[in-house]
C-alpha cells in the first residue's frame, strides 16, 4: 500500500531552521512529482513547494520563496524540505504529497485536489 510518513517536526524559534522529511513506500516514486502543503489553524490547506521526478524542475509559493528548499533522493525514495529564517507565519501542519509525474505544472501542483496521495503531517511550530 502506498504511504508517506513525514517527520522532522517540531519547535523552533523565529529565524530558525527546521529540515523536514517524507519517506514513500509502496510506490515507484520516480514516478511521481512531491509536493509540501500547509495548514495552519483556521485556515485552508496552502501549497509550499513542488519538485519534478528529476529534481530538475522546482515551484515555490512566493511566502516561501528564498527561505526554503526542497530536494528528493529518488535511490532513498525521499523528498526533504529546508526552512531557513522561519517566521511565526509558517507555523503550521505540514503534509507530504505525490501526484503522478504528468501532472507536474505549475498551476496542478499548487492545487490540493492535483494530488493523488498525502501523508498524515508533521506540526511546525515557530515562536516569535
Known amino acids: 500500500q502506498a504511504q508517506l510518513v513525514e517527520s522532522g517536526g517540531g519547535l523552533v524559534q523565529a529565524g530558525g531552521s527546521l529540515r523536514l522529511s517524507c519517506a514513500a513506500s509502496?510506490?515507484?516514486?520516480?514516478?511521481?512529482?512531491m509536493a509540501w502543503f500547509r495548514q495552519a489553524p483556521g485556515k485552508e490547506r496552502e501549497f509550499v513547494t513542488a519538485?519534478?521526478?528529476?529534481?530538475?524542475?522546482?515551484y515555490y509559493a512566493e511566502s516561501v520563496k528564498g527561505r526554503f528548499t526542497i530536494s528528493r533522493d529518488n535511490a532513498e525514495n525521499t523528498v526533504s524540505l529546508q526552512m531557513n529564517s522561519l517566521e511565526p507565519e509558517d507555523t503550521a501542519v505540514y503534509y507530504c504529497?505525490?501526484?503522478?509525474?504528468?501532472?507536474?505544472?505549475?498551476?496542478?501542483?499548487?492545487?490540493?485536489?492535483?494530488?493523488?496521495?498525502w501523508g498524515k503531517g508533521t506540526l511546525v511550530t515557530v515562536s516569535s
Open positions: 509502496g510506490l515507484t516514486f520516480t514516478r511521481y512529482a
Open positions: 519538485i519534478a521526478w528529476s529534481n530538475s524542475n522546482t
Open positions: 504529497a505525490a501526484a503522478m509525474s504528468w501532472k507536474f505544472t505549475s498551476a496542478t501542483m499548487r492545487r490540493t485536489s492535483g494530488m493523488d496521495l
